[in-house]
């Protein structure tokens, strides 16, 4: 594969905080277009990952390259050439979304009529028209996510990284941030890697799929292929045959003895 179709590249990517090992030995390539679903438990090491490979944290050990830029050594090169949505992002609550786009959009470099043009259509297409000048402060948790939503694609990035996109949105919001991501992903070949744990979002929207348990990748491939490798009826099923996930009844109420 050229270098210029490979957008994310890790070799023996390792983050330990302390004893605790977040991320073991990641190898990982991501191809240009891709819509990369990274699927696990709560705590398996996916924000960390997507936090080093946007540029935010350092590895304790390993490399990786981002749209041809080297994590430990080009970080603003790499923040300049993605969008991040953040599992936990901070919002300037006394700022209007126009206001928090437009400040966005010149952060990147996108000012005058151009922006402007952008954000209002971006804003109507997520179902916020009429409300563009209000605080953020008086919007729900969803809303703000449809306006972080926005503020992460909003300067055209050849790489959007995306950390539980849809865990405040409803199902018509979360439907249509797919149909966005797949537009992107499409038309422009803009490359997705997506943390989330819903498997019938990664299994809608994404191509590959890397499966990641106690900081170790267990499973990688589109997501027939994960479903064939461990004969599982969709990836939901073969996403428990992995991390495991079996409930043991007897246990379920045995707290209140
Ligand atoms: N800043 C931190 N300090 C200490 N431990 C952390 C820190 N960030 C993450 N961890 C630990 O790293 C592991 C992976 O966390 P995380 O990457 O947030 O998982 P995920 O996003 O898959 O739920 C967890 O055990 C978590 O407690
Ligand atoms: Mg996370």
């Not at 994310?8 to 330990?16: A, E, H, P």
């Not at 599992?87 to 009529?113: H, R």
């Not at 537009?183 to 809608?204: P, Q, Y």
């Amino acid at each position: 594969m050229s270098s210029a179709q490979v957008q994310i590249v890790t070799q023996g990517l390792s983050k330990n905080f302390g004893p605790i090992e977040a991320l073991k030995n990641l190898d990982l390539e991501v191809k240009k277009g891709s819509t990369f679903g990274f699927l696990g438990p709560n705590g398996a090491g996916k924000t960390t990952t997507v936090r080093i490979l946007s540029g935010l944290l350092r590895p304790s050990s390993g490399n990786a390259a981002v749209c041809g830029f080297d994590v430990l050594t080009q970080q603003d090169e790499i923040k300049g050439a993605t969008g991040l949505l953040p599992e936990t992002p901070g919002l300037y609550s006394k700022l209007s979304a126009v206001e928090f786009l437009e400040f966005i959009g010149a952060l990147n470099d996108l000012t005058g009529e151009i922006v402007n043009k952008r954000i209002d259509q971006l804003l109507a297409l997520l179902g916020l028209e009429g409300r563009q000048n209000d605080l953020l402060e008086s919007y729900s948790s969803g809303m703000k996510q449809k306006v972080l939503v926005a503020s992460t694609i909003l300067h055209d990035p050849t790489l959007v990284f995306l950390d539980e996109p849809t865990s405040r949105l409803d199902p018509s919001a979360s439907a249509l941030v797919k149909e966005i991501i797949l537009a992107l992903a499409k038309e422009t070949e803009t490359t997705f890697f997506i943390c989330t744990h819903m498997t019938d979002f990664a299994e809608d929207v994404c191509d590959i799929i890397g499966i990641l348990n106690e900081g170790v990748l267990s499973a990688l491939g589109s997501p027939n292929e994960i479903i064939d490798q461990v004969g599982a009826n969709d990836l939901e099923d073969a996403y428990l045959k992995i991390v495991g996930g079996e409930v043991d009844r007897e246990k379920l109420l045995t707290w209140r003895q």
